[in-house]
């Protein structure tokens, strides 16, 4: 939905887009406008991994569209929201100065991804998974192999990808200017589950703890609004 601000109030609502495939799992659910202002929105295969291969499906998909809810003529599939393929609940989006996009995705056993989005590719889900490749497949930038991050929000800053994990509980960190992908851990286990991460105007990391989802085990003070300099981690 698009809400128009007006003074303290939201008002004219407008369906930007309608009839994603929903289920209890596998959602998606982010929303990020990109550089090139467009709206770029990440649906999960709704636990119907099959759907995701079905480019008429909204399901398994990142989706792009004008924020009026039109389809952008540059759009890779005619008339489609349909901007990526082939995925299974993918969650975070931030792109890099240079405007490429990343996604963050949770797996199947594991081998939760991170991947580079290119509009009209497939991403392999159901497929492909972690190292398997196939022709017209794309293989994520990294993989998580068989450990769990359940990578959730993603932020780009200074040659770096920042993504929250919730099973993994960890601020999880992929510098983008070395040789080969690595991925660094920070704070694990000192917040618990880590839903989102964002950058401040002030150059620092904002990260949303998400304990009381169901799946954590909140204290008294969940849930929180962690503050971190990114120098100091
Ligand atoms: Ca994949």
Do not use: C
């Amino acid at each position: 939905m698009r809400f128009t601000k007006e003074d303290k109030n939201l008002v004219e609502p407008l369906t930007i887009i309608e009839g994603i495939p929903g289920f209890s799992i596998h959602n998606g659910g982010r929303i990020k406008f990109g550089p090139d202002g467009l709206l770029y929105i990440t649906a999960g295969d709704a636990s119907i991994s099959s759907l995701a291969q079905d480019t008429n499906s909204l399901a398994g998909k990142i989706l792009r569209l004008n924020d009026d809810g039109t389809i952008p003529g540059s759009n890779p599939f005619p008339d489609s929201p349909v901007y990526s393929y082939g995925h299974r609940n993918p969650q975070g989006l931030a792109w890099d100065e240079e405007g490429r996009l990343f996604a963050t995705e949770h797996g199947s056993s594991a081998r939760d991804e991170v991947n580079i989005i290119e509009a009209g590719k497939n991403y392999g889900w159901p497929t492909v998974r972690g190292e398997e490749t196939a022709d017209g497949l794309e293989n994520p930038l990294i993989h998580s192999g068989d450990d769990t991050w359940a990578p959730s929000g993603l932020a780009y800053l200074d040659g770096s990808l920042y993504f929250g994990g919730l099973r993994g509980q960890s601020l999880y960190e992929v510098p983008l200017d070395g040789e080969t992908i690595t991925i660094n851990r920070h704070l694990q286990g000192n917040f618990g589950r880590l839903r989102d991460v964002v950058v401040g105007p002030d150059g620092f990391l904002y990260i949303l703890t998400n304990n009381r989802d169901g799946r954590g085990i909140p204290s008294a003070e969940d849930d929180q609004i962690i503050r971190i300099d990114p120098e100091k981690l």
